[in-house]
């Protein structure tokens, strides 16, 4: 028997034939992916209705020493909760550890750890998350709507291509806009 091959740590990218709008452009850490179903954060679009400093205001944290930083839109499923991607330069709560490569949290301590300079060196803030059901991944990857790429976690971090889309393609020698939107099928 086969095993399945499971994906965290890894990246997906929404090829231009991608169906489901809401994924357009789309570049997701995968942090989770088992026989339960996946879980991955886009950090390939920006939530214009907040910043990071609106988050910790909500949570009454001084936000008078931290620059200000854009949120990402995680995912549609349950945008009110917020996520942090993060290097693995320090342990903390309520973490979980994504292989050697990235840290997720949600938890308010490390919204504190951060706004006191005593959290971990390189972050990002998304808001809700992209969730797939026990092989539901698998079954969207041989519909041409999804690559996967190794990548590299610094993709993450990265705040100056403006693009983080184009950028991982690029990054894997494929100039995008020579991808076909039209996929056959044998």
Not at 26 to 43: K, Q, R, T, W, Y
Not at 83 to 104: K, P
């Amino acid at each position: 028997m086969i095993s399945p091959q499971y994906f965290s740590g890894q990246f997906l990218l929404a090829t231009p034939g991608m169906a489901d709008p809401r994924f357009a452009r789309s570049i997701i850490a995968i942090c989770s992916h088992d026989h339960n179903g996946a879980l991955g954060i886009n950090i390939g679009s920006l939530a214009d209705f907040i910043t990071f400093h609106g988050i910790l205001e909500q949570f009454d944290i001084d936000v008078a020493t931290l620059p200000d930083r854009d949120v990402y839109l995680g995912g549609p499923v349950e945008t009110n909760r917020g996520f942090i991607l993060h290097s693995l330069d320090a342990n903390y709560f309520e973490t979980l550890q994504v292989g050697d490569r990235w840290g997720l949290s949600s938890s308010v301590e490390m919204l504190k750890a951060i706004a006191e300079g005593k959290g971990p060196k390189k972050w990002v803030s998304a808001l809700g998350y992209s969730g797939w059901d026990p092989n539901q991944l698998e079954s969207e990857l041989t519909q041409n709507g999804w690559s996967i790429a190794q990548g590299d976690p610094e993709w993450i971090f990265e705040q100056e291509s403006g693009d983080k889309w184009e950028m991982a393609w690029e990054a894997q020698g494929i100039d995008p806009a020579q991808l076909s939107g039209n996929f056959g099928t044998a």
